[in-house]
């Protein structure tokens, strides 16, 4: 049976494109959920669909036929018409479905970068997906108006309810749908659409191949039962005490350890506490990235933590569609392009800073990247001056992520009386950003993240109650933390390498030669060494070396079950020192980020974390880390204190350096204007 080939000219997509349009929740930015085995099956349905409307194969009751080997220059078709091709015996669509079900990961991956080129779907940061609003889609799609899910689910609601004639490609549209049982959250089906459906599925041969492949697949169940038997490897705690890096305090490079010896799954079952799951490994990130959201939730673990500051329900803690529709709204608070207009201002608040620099003076170098970070978040995000109090924040926050998300403190730590006199600290800044952002005073300043919350809150309280703002307000200046210390292990990068502090400097120096640039002239082709010199720092030094979730949904890893409820440590960093990654992980070596090597480019390097909950800020950070060692370098040379000092890390609750490094200041390069 050769479908008819009139729509292929005329039709812009795939089946593969048009099934995973289908799928797409406009609303909540993900995927609906479809049982592994039965969304391989569509989407190995749709390839051989499309194939046969290319010509390139056919079906009969008994047996799928080879029509034409010739590639169709399509990656995501080609390698399964030169499987059926190699393959000398006559067999069933069932069993091709069957056989190639494997190959549908990486043919939903190549889909959707598909809809991403031709600018139909737009990929947002923790595997978000929304329609690419563009111009000139109409044509796209046949003169129809809106967008691709529109062209396509318009086609099959016509066929369902308005019983028109329906044309081979949406037969197998709707049989492949009506597969993935999404069709009840798509549309409010009586017993009459249901009829409608099935007997349009039973027009299609091929249809009813997919389908029987779905329900009368035997070795899925047996697959699972056999799994189950295995037991993640238990770590004896004597491999983590005597481990060279934890004595460096160099979390990553141990969890590399352990999973090179037991594999990228393993436990650890320390004292008086329940065992502790780990995953570490490229394989599962790229597992955490793509499946995370439907077994894996972070509200669990966050909990105690947001109630210290009397929240419930904050970014760092919603999951599903919640979380993706206020990461949407707050997105561009946090966004490049919003750090790029206020360029200005940050200018002048870090010349401001650097001059109580002196030189010849010695300074920790975590205190001094701090305030020199906080000295631009505090006024950029919340339009406050908090360098008297940020020392105070940053303590009651360290102190609480200790006793409710490390749990490496008792709960009474946080009640100490200095505790209790650092908690005021979140209470002065709540009152300054209040005073601060009334209608008149806000009057023609430029939009901080204060703004958003506040507007957010008035819109609709309920999503956003008042109960949370503290958080979110102190949470923005606690950025600092983070930033502060990646902008720390920068310089010490630079520092510890004269040469290559003498090639960023040109570069600065540079890039202020006629004046302060704005955001364009950021670009990778003026900043290439600084840039590459940043990736390497976020590789051998990530802030946040690991990530907590619950197991909502028990789920097989490698094997291995994950059970209901447990706790799962993600060292989504392990890999940056994992061999096979990154050759001589230990070594800094800028030249890693270049052409034909591009070692970044994998799921191995993951510094701003994984999934849904991928720092929302990451755009806005690496601009920031950037310009701050870029005017650094332009002002000054810097030494690293002691001499030939090897860093050591500070691991919890975030990774910093010691505080036994210090940052010398060996000379003022340029004058600074403020």
């Not at 959201?293 to 109630?307: N, S, V």
């Not at 950029?380 to 006793?403: C, G, P, W, Y």
Request: with cysteine; proline share 6%; glycine share 6%.
């Amino acid at each position: 049976m050769v479908l008819s080939t009139s729509d292929v000219t005329t039709n812009p997509l795939s089946l593969a494109d048009e099934l995973v349009l289908m799928l797409l929740n406009e609303e909540n930015g993900y995927f609906h959920q479809v049982p592994g085995w039965d969304l391989n099956c569509a989407v190995i349905g749709a390839v051989l669909a499309e194939l046969s409307l290319m010509a390139r194969i056919d079906t009969d009751q008994d047996s799928l036929f080879l029509l034409d080997p010739k590639p169709t220059g399509n990656p995501a078709l080609d390698p399964v018409l030169e499987e059926i091709a190699a393959d000398q015996v006559q067999r069933s669509a069932q069993y091709w479905i069957e056989r190639l079900a494997p190959r549908a990961e990486s043919i939903i991956d190549l889909t959707l970068d598909h809809l991403v080129e031709r600018k139909i779907l737009e990929h947002h940061n923790g595997d978000f997906w929304t329609l690419a609003r563009t111009k000139g889609q109409s044509e796209m799609f046949n003169g129809s108006a809106g967008s691709g899910i529109q062209f396509v689910k318009t086609r099959i609601t016509q066929a369902i309810f308005n019983n028109e004639i329906p044309d081979p490609r949406d037969i197998i549209i709707i049989c492949l749908v009506n597969t993935c049982d999404v069709f009840r959250f798509m549309f409010q089906l009586d017993e009459e659409a249901e009829k409608r459906i099935e007997f349009i599925c039973n027009m299609d041969l091929l249809g009813r191949s997919i389908a029987a492949a779905v329900s009368h697949n035997l070795s899925g169940p047996i697959f699972r039962r056999s799994a189950l038997s295995k037991k993640i490897p238990s770590v004896p705690l004597r491999k983590v005490i005597f481990n060279s890096n934890i004595r460096k305090g160099n979390i990553p490079a141990l969890f590399a350890d352990l999973a090179k010896e037991y594999g990228p799954v393993f436990q650890l079952r320390p004292p008086f506490v329940g065992p502790k799951i780990f995953l570490a490994g490229p394989e599962m990130n790229h597992w955490v990235n793509r499946n995370g959201r439907m077994y894996l939730r972070a509200k669990d673990y966050f909990a105690d933590f947001e109630k210290v500051y009397g929240a419930n329900g904050v970014l760092p803690s919603l999951d599903g569609a919640d979380h993706f529709r206020l990461r949407k709204s707050m997105a561009p608070a946090y966004s490049r392009r919003r750090l790029a207009g206020q360029l200005e201002e940050v200018y002048g608040q870090v010349r401001e800073h650097m001059t109580t620099w002196e030189v010849g003076e010695s300074y920790p170098a975590t205190r001094m990247c701090r305030r020199l970070v906080n000295a631009q978040i505090s006024p950029l995000m919340v339009s406050v001056h908090s360098q008297d109090i940020i020392d105070d924040l940053m303590t009651f926050k360290e102190r609480a992520l200790n006793t409710h998300i490390i749990g490496i403190l008792p709960k009474f730590m946080l009640k100490t009386p200095g505790m209790r006199r650092r908690a005021k600290a979140v209470d002065t800044l709540l009152e300054r950003v209040q005073r601060g952002h009334t209608p008149a005073q806000r009057a023609g300043s430029p939009r901080d993240l204060a703004d958003d919350f506040l507007s957010l809150h008035a819109s609709d309280p309920q999503f956003v109650p008042e109960a949370n703002l503290t958080f979110a307000f102190g949470a923005a200046l606690v950025a600092s933390v983070y930033l502060g210390d990646a902008v720390s292990f920068a310089l010490y990068a630079m520092a510890a390498h004269p040469g290559l502090q003498a090639r960023v400097q040109s570069e600065a120096d540079a890039l202020f030669a006629d004046g302060d640039p704005d955001g364009r002239d950021f670009s990778l082709s003026n900043i290439d060494v600084t840039h590459r010199m940043m990736m390497e720092s976020l590789r051998i030094y990530p802030i946040v070396p690991m990530s907590m979730r619950n197991v909502m949904n028990s789920c097989l890893v490698e094997g291995y079950e994950l059970p209901l409820g447990s706790r799962v440590h993600i060292a989504q960093t392990a890999a940056h020192y994992m061999e096979d990654v990154f050759p001589e992980p230990f070594k800094f070596d800028i030249d890693r980020y270049l052409s034909p090597r591009l070692e970044h480019q994998s799921p191995g390097y993951a510094p701003y974390g994984l999934g849904t909950h991928k720092c929302l800020g990451s755009r806005w950070m690496e601009l920031q880390l950037t310009l701050n060692v870029l005017l650094v370098a332009h002002h000054f040379t810097l030494e690293v204190q002691p001499a030939n000092y090897k860093l050591k890390f500070s691991p919890l609750p975030s990774l910093k350096p010691s505080k036994k490094l210090k940052f010398r200041i060996a000379e003022q390069r340029n004058e600074i204007r403020v």
